[in-house]
């Protein structure tokens, strides 16, 4: 910057005052400044982020809303839409594949559509996560407020999405012959950890995907195998009882959390589903295990980079 | 200015050498960016390869103390609303620190605003996006659609907002922006919306959150809403301080150098 007229003709218009010998860190201290865009402790985090729950809340709502705005059918998109899922999934494994592996139809199909929905939710989070910082850049960089409400309130608009998909769930579990019972009481806290797991999920790959947008390409490749593993389609005991495995491979497959929460959710649901058949043991600790350490660290992670989300 | 007693000077924003720098990917194209890309990958830390950088901030530093209105000047892309954003803690510093009395907010909220929505839910969300409580933004609510003007030619704040005019909803946008009182303002090319009659609303506006606020920051092309509005001007030039000064001093300086 040697070419321009810079005569270090700065104006000092300041008159001489008690604070001139102090350095900016120092006089900063004196009147109480802070830095700007310091990242809060934990606690004090924590705090304002339930501070902003409002904020929270009405953004997901609005995003929810603002999805179907311009369609004809308007908000009845939110039924629908779960509703051609299932549909699409009774007639390819249903009735075409049939892939029930003498599971009968009864239980399979509210098997499936279960699976399915639960997944979803799981798998939306995480898409929706990767995006929460890196496709709102500009809301990042003009407004001030904890940046987890963004990947926080994303994963609430899944769930709420997912309160629809159970009103179908509802239908078809029905409609196949399991009718409600106390069991179905189980459903809320299910739903609960599940939503805690998704969002800790949610907030670590905001957190990647602020760094590298180019997770929002690679995830789907992920998440298609995840769900495959997972046993969305199939039963996972089922499919591997007449192999020569050990007993534990099962157990470790069914103790990945996408399958821990479809499992519990299928037989909260279904008769015919039985606990001791198709559940691993340990399966309600085993979910609040993954929802709290997930959901924890999550937030943590997240946290670490606070300051440095919106860097462009 | 010179006349103030110096005990009174109590300073809101210190900004002590900043350095502000984005960092853009993918902008090598042609041979050879994918690897580059990949080594980028491979290579974590360090100097990336086609990572461009653009070092929009150079070691700004100045104090901005109480009841202070400051312009900043500078022709396009001198790095004017980066160090607005820099200053409002939005964009992380490079090097240097910035030292605030409170949390400057940016006034603006178009981020937040959805244009699907309807201009009612943008009001709240809006409101609640700058941290107001929904207690806050129901008191406000009428003054704030009143302000915009947007129910005066039938009932538009029930339909969502790209059925708007772009005039109407960058004044809704004001409105809900300005609905908020400040510690330290910070207000971007604002002034410029509108009509004549809303400019003149918006003016008399951004006034009266001077008079709450303890300093604002306004950058503007404009040396006339300069003049009226600022009694300090900081001059930036790709990215260097160049100038920091009374209005009327930096402003023929600038003008000198325009060639206005």
Redesign the interface.
């Known amino acids: 910057?040697s070419e321009?007229t810079?005569d270090g003709?700065?104006?000092?218009?300041?008159?001489?005052?008690?604070?001139d010998g102090l350095?900016?860190?120092d006089?900063?201290a004196k009147?109480?400044?802070?830095?700007?865009?310091?990242r809060p402790g934990l606690v004090e985090y924590v705090r304002q982020l339930w501070?902003?729950r409002?904020?929270i809340l009405?953004?997901s709502q609005?995003?929810l809303?603002?999805q179907y705005?311009?369609a004809k059918l308007g908000q009845l998109w939110q039924v629908a839409t779960p509703l051609l899922n299932a549909a699409v999934y009774f007639l390819i494994f249903g009735l075409i594949l049939q892939a029930d592996r003498g599971m009968g139809i009864k239980v399979y199909i509210p098997f499936l559509v279960t699976g399915v929905f639960v997944f979803t939710f799981t798998q939306s989070s995480v898409m929706a996560g990767v995006r929460a910082i890196s496709g709102?850049l500009?809301?990042?960089?003009?407004?001030?407020?904890p940046r987890a409400s963004l990947p926080i309130s994303f994963s609430l608009q899944q769930l709420q999405q997912l309160l629809f998909s159970m009103l179908v769930l509802f239908c078809v579990t029905i409609g196949f012959g399991s009718y409600p019972s106390l069991k179905w009481l189980a459903i809320l806290p299910i739903l609960a950890l599940q939503f805690l797991f998704n969002m800790g999920l949610a907030m670590i790959m905001a957190r990647l995907g602020s760094k590298t947008?180019d997770l929002a390409q690679l995830m789907p490749f992920v998440l298609r195998t995840w769900m495959y593993a997972s046993g969305v389609m199939f039963s996972i005991p089922l499919m591997l009882e007449d192999r020569d495995l050990p007993v534990w491979i099962t157990d470790v497959l069914q103790w990945n959390p996408a399958a821990i929460y479809m499992d519990l959710m299928r037989w909260a649901l279904i008769d015919g589903y039985e606990w001791d058949v198709n559940l691993p043991p340990f399966a309600w600790l085993v979910a609040v295990g993954w929802a709290v350490l997930v959901a924890a660290s999550g937030f943590v992670y997240f946290w670490k980079a606070e300051?440095?989300y919106?860097?462009? | 200015m010179a006349e103030q007693i110096t005990d009174t000077r109590i300073p809101t924003v210190i900004a002590d050498e900043l350095h502000i720098v984005y960092r853009v990917n993918g902008t090598k194209t042609g041979k050879g960016s994918a690897t580059a890309a990949l080594s980028r990958i491979l290579k974590r830390g360090g100097e990336e390869r086609g990572v461009r950088k653009v070092h929009a901030v150079r070691g700004v530093s100045f104090i901005a103390y109480r009841g202070e209105a400051i312009g900043l000047i500078g022709s396009n892309g001198s790095g004017k609303s980066t160090l607005l954003r820099a200053i409002a803690g939005l964009l992380p510093a490079e090097e240097g620190k910035v030292y605030t009395d409170g949390q400057p907010s940016l006034l603006g909220v178009n981020a937040a605003l959805m244009n699907d929505l309807t201009g009612e839910r943008n009001v709240i969300l809006g409101g609640l996006a700058m941290g107001m409580s929904r207690e806050q933004i129901r008191e406000r609510y009428q003054e704030i659609v009143d302000f915009s003007g947007i129910n005066e030619k039938g009932d538009f704040i029930t339909l969502p907002m790209r059925t708007y005019s772009s005039g109407m909803a960058a004044r809704l946008r004001f409105s809900i922006a300005a609905a908020k009182d400040h510690d330290v303002l910070m207000i971007d090319e604002a002034l410029a919306t509108g009509d004549r009659s809303f400019q003149k609303r918006s003016e008399a506006r951004i006034r009266e959150l001077r008079k709450s606020a303890g300093t604002v920051f306004l950058v503007s092309h404009n040396n006339k809403s300069i003049r009226d509005t600022c009694d300090r001007v900081l001059w930036l030039e790709r990215g260097e301080l160049r100038m920091d000064g009374p209005t009327d001093e930096v402003l023929k300086e600038y003008e000198k150098f325009t060639g206005r």
């Open positions: 910057m321009t810079h003709s700065v104006a000092v218009s300041a008159p001489p005052s008690p604070d350095s900016a860190a006089l900063a009147y109480g400044l802070a830095v700007s865009g310091a501070g902003r409002h904020f009405a953004f609005a995003k809303t603002a705005s311009q709102n500009g809301l990042v960089r003009a407004l001030h407020f947008p300051e440095r919106g860097r462009g």
